[in-house]
T-cell receptor, first 119, second 111 residues
Framework: GAGVSQSPSNKVTEKGKDVELRCDPISGHTALYWYRQSLGQGLEFLIYFQGNSAPDKSGLPSDRFSAERTGGSVSTLTIQRTQQEDSAVYLC?????????????????FGSGTQLSVL | EDKVVQSPLSLVVHEGDTVTLNCSYEVTNFRSLLWYKQEKKAPTFLFMLTSSGIEKKSGRLSSILDKKELFSILNITATQTGDSAVYLCAVASGNTGKLIFGQGTTLQVKP
């Protein structure tokens, strides 16, 4: 697609429920990132996928959070047993990583995010 | 621990004013510093800086990096109401595209 697409744009759920957030990156982008932005805060790194390499999960806040990327394209972020502190905007980004010129490596293109509200 | 700190956290100016936003960092294995503009949800890319002292410019926006003092500034001249947004500074380190973001500066430009 023309840009990074995320769905749903808004999700309201009850505490304890599981949620799945979807990200469709820009076609041809090999790197995909998930970030979280709480109200009034900067972006917090969650997880990073690059090609067929093992994902960098170092930012996942707990084992309730997991993500997968199927076929090197679409990614799903799953939050199990949601808590109120999980409420935030979840942003996905993609980039042309691992190639040349390096200028593309760090130039992330972001989706519009999913606003998650846990009641 | 790697960190990126922006100042001020918020700023209110009037159209036509010039503003300077600050970003300092302490990051191991620094590769580049990036500025993003976030108006609603999706941050959009402004600049990427890798070398000290070389100004990047785009219209009324410009930015420069000082790798010795570990900071960058983003200047906006002749501000317009459309410049109202959150400006995010981020640093890339290591061998991935993983970015470490600052808290952001919220800029409001009044008519």
């Amino acid at each position: 697609g023309a840009g990074v697409s995320q769905s749903p744009s808004n999700k309201v759920t009850e505490k304890g429920k599981d949620v799945e957030l979807r990200c469709d990156p820009i076609s041809g982008h090999t790197a995909l990132y998930w970030y979280r932005q709480s109200l009034g805060q900067g972006l917090e790194f969650l997880i990073y996928f690059q090609g067929n390499s093992a994902p960098d999960k170092s930012g996942l806040p707990s084992d309730r959070f997991s993500a997968e990327r199927t076929g090197g394209s679409v990614s799903t972020l799953t939050i199990q047993r949601t808590q109120q502190e999980d409420s935030a905007v979840y942003l996905c980004a993609s980039s042309l990583a691992g190639g040349s010129p390096r200028a593309y490596y760090e130039k992330l293109f972001f989706g519009s995010g999913t606003q998650l509200s846990v009641l | 621990e790697d960190k990126v700190v922006q100042s001020p956290l918020s700023l209110v100016v009037h159209e036509g004013d010039t503003v300077t936003l600050n970003c300092s960092y302490e990051v191991t294995n620094f590769r580049s510093l990036l500025w993003y503009k976030q108006e609603k949800k999706a941050p959009t890319f402004l600049f990427m800086l890798t070398s000290s002292g070389i100004e990047k410019k785009s219209g009324r926006l410009s930015s420069i990096l000082d790798k010795k003092e570990l900071f960058s500034i983003l200047n906006i001249t002749a501000t317009q109401t459309g410049d109202s947004a959150v400006y995010l500074c981020a640093v890339a380190s290591g061998n991935t595209g993983k970015l470490i973001f600052g808290q952001g500066t919220t800029l409001q430009v009044k008519p």
